[in-house]
Structures are given as structure tokens and as C-alpha cells.
């Protein structure tokens, strides 16, 4: 597949975007039964994979609309409460940072882009999920301790995991259809 | 699996308005809002969120679920936060204060004493929480309920969204369904060859393993479809030139009354605030005679 400009946003690039939101919105609705054993409410979303890895495959601005229109879409479908921009911003830079290497890794099965790509995926959940839950700060009058605690940690430890985990799955078979394609 | 809007025609007055107008006037409020701290102003834009919400007709029944999730939500920054460890009311509410319980309390049965140091000012505070938490909420948790999902597109490039951006949301919304139906597709293959979703054995790890063969096949199936969707997209010289939509948004007067309202809110709030600088954290004294003082 060739790769251009990390900023490119043509016809390839919006409809990737689009492919990308709602796969996470499907996702996301289909695993919120997924909850963590022995925690209270708090749910894994697989779907968080999917604006990482088609950050990295079609670079950050596909990656970020992917995380943010999915989760604007999975809010409403599911109903989850609203319209809350920063999370949507949140999740966005999600899929944001991954992105960053979209031009400068070709094989996706390499040890170090995977590597590499787990290292992106460690810097967009603390900046995403670190922003989103800033928010609170100036909205709701919280203090840092509590944001940390009741926000940033049982958002960012879930997806954190499910991103280094799948990730790197979906780069494998990635690489798979690249090499059969050559596209 | 089936996948639907929340969304549905319910004759409100809000889906009178025009929705670019409405999405204005949701940040206006939003960034309005959250420059007080003083109840007086924080009860004014209550109301007005309320009397908002009860413009989309919403029944309980339709946003129960999200107002079950926005009541867990205050209960943790209020109850949990504000007032039983005051972690909620750090840099808003002056340290010291008036406590409710000077000398401590005594738990009955097993006489534990003990000094919570909740205080009349953090009471407070956490009223002003609930009066702008369940404001902002109720602006916005409406949207999903009362704005037609085939409209997001064009309300967002008439909101000064490139025409590329825009149309990507407009498709998003239309794969939905096509690819809900993807996942049900697959999900059934992989349920006949022996795989089992719901199985909660096994750790973390093990549980998100468990997705990877749900995951895999939907998502490398999409962008082997979307290649082909942007072959044809570039035969019809897609984003050669500026795109017309199916939907097309007019502006009414009242739309520019809510615009019009919009902008003095946000500006009547910002010169509140900075000119006069009034709307900061505020203890009636009322209040404050309860505490004996």
C-alpha cells in the first residue's frame, strides 16, 4: 500500500475515517456487557483498538475522527449519557497518536513497529484519556487527586490493555492483506 | 444485531429549530456555564437547561439510561468527591470554613469518634455542583435523542466543517447498519465454529484475547470493502469540486433568536465575569446561620 503525506485527507482517507467510526461504534455497543471481574462499573471497550490501529494504517486524522465520531455514534446508539465532547476529544487522540507512525512503518509484523506502535499507543491513552479527564477540572470543580482517581485510571489501565493487546493482532493481519494486495 | 437510532420523530419545539443553531447554542451554555461558581447565576442556567430539555419531549422511559449513568456520575464527583472526602471542592472552596460536626461525631453501636471535616461551605459547594453538572447534562444529553442522525453531516459543514470532514460523518452514520450487519454475519460464523463470546472464564487478558477473532475478520473485511468504495468514489471525481447535500438546512427566525441568545449568554457571561467579575463561589448567609454564625 503506498503511503504519502501523514496529513493527507483525500478520498481514501474520508472513507477509512467513516469505516473507522463506525466499527468502533458496533464494536463498542456489542462488548458493553464486558465488564472487569471484581470492579465496580466499569466495562472494557475493545473497540478502542480500532482508532489505533487505523491511526497507524491511514495515518492521524483518520485515527483521531475514527476514536471521536465512534464514540459520538456509540453515545447515540447506547444512549450513554450524551454528548461529552472531551471524552469524544479524548478518544480521539486515541487513535490520534498511533497515527504518527503511519508513514514511517511498512512492515507491520517488524518486532519494532510493533514496539514502536505499543509505545504510541502507552502516549495517546495518558494524553487522550489524561485530557478527557482534565475536563473535569474546569467543568465539574473536581480536584487533580480526584480526577486521577475516578477518571484517568479506570479509563486509561482498560484501554491501555486492550490496546497493547489488539493492536498488535490487527497489525499482523494487516500486514497479511498488504502483502497479498500489495496495495 | 440490531442496531438503532435513539433518535426518533417526537414534535418537540426543539426539532423546530435548526440544528447548527442548536449545536450553538449548546456551547454557548456549556462555556457559559462554566465560568460560575455562584448559585444564584449556576440555578439561571439550570432552569434554562431544564425548560431546554423538556422542549425535545423526551419520555423517562426513552433516556432513563443515560440519566442512570449522569446520577452515578454525580454521585462520585458530589457524594463521594464533595462531601465525604472534599477532594471535589479543591481550589473552589476556601480552606477552613465552617464545620458541621466541630467536635467530631460518634458513630452508635460502636462508639467509634471521629472528626469528619465536612463543612457548611463544601455543603454548598456541592449544591452548586449538582445545580451545573445536571445542567450541562440535560443540554446535552438530549442531542441523541432529539437530532436526526442524516443531518449531522450537512449541520456540521454549514458549522464551517470542510466539505471532506463533513461528508466522512455523513458516511460513518450511513455504515452503521451495513456493517452491524457485518458483525452479526460474523459473529454467527464464529459462534457455529465452536466460539463463545459470553464465556467470562479466564482473566483480562484472556477475555480480550477471546475478542480477537470477532475484531480481526470484521475489521480486515472493511478495509478490503472500503477500497473498493474509494475506487468508486474517485471514478465519480469525488472532491473535485464543493458537494451538495441531500438534506438542506434553512435558518428560520427563530433560529436566529437562539443564535441571537447564544451570543448573549456567552458574551453577558464573560462580561459578568471579567468586567465585573461577579459569579465566583458565593456562601448565602443563610447558609451559613445554620452553622451558628
Known sequence: MQKKSLWKFGTREVVYSAIGAAL????????NWLQIPSAANVSFRPAVAIPMFFGLAFGPIVGFIAGFLGNIIN???????????????????????PGLLAVSISNYRNIKSILMTELFIVIGVVVGIGIAS????WVSGMSFSAIIAEDFIPA????????LILVPILMVAYDAIVKRSGR | MLVTWRYRIRNGLMEKFDPRARWIFSFAFLFAITMFWDARFLLLFFIISVAWYFLGRVSWHDSRRG???????????IAVNTIITGGGAGGVVPPGGHQVWPQGTTIPLINWHFHFGLTYERMWFAICQFLRIA?????????PYTMDPRVYGVTFRGLGLPDRFAYSMELAFRYVPTLARDFGTTFDAQRARGYE?????GGIVKQIIRIAPLIVPVTMNSILTGEDVTNAMDLRCFGTRPRTWLYKL?????????????????????VTKYAFHIGNFWVPDFWLRLAGK
Open chain 1, 134 to 137: 482534565i475536563s473535569d477540572i
Open chain 1, 156 to 163: 486509561a489501565i482498560p484501554d491501555l490493555i486492550n490496546g
Open chain 1, 75 to 97: 453515545d447515540l446508539v447506547a444512549g450513554g449519557g450524551g454528548f461529552w465532547f472531551w471524552w469524544h476529544l479524548g478518544v480521539g487522540l486515541l487513535g490520534f497518536f
Open chain 1, 24 to 31: 468502533y461504534a458496533i464494536l463498542s455497543i456489542a462488548t
Open chain 2, 197 to 201: 463470546l459470553e464465556r467470562v472464564k
Open chain 2, 135 to 143: 445542567g450541562i447534562s440535560a443540554m446535552f444529553l438530549i442531542i
Open chain 2, 67 to 77: 440519566w442512570y449513568l449522569v446520577t452515578f456520575m454525580m454521585f462520585m464527583m
Open chain 2, 250 to 270: 434553512t435558518f428560520h427566525w427563530q433560529d436566529y433568536a437562539l443564535v441571537a441568545f447564544s451570543i448573549f449568554l456567552l458574551l453577558g457571561g464573560i
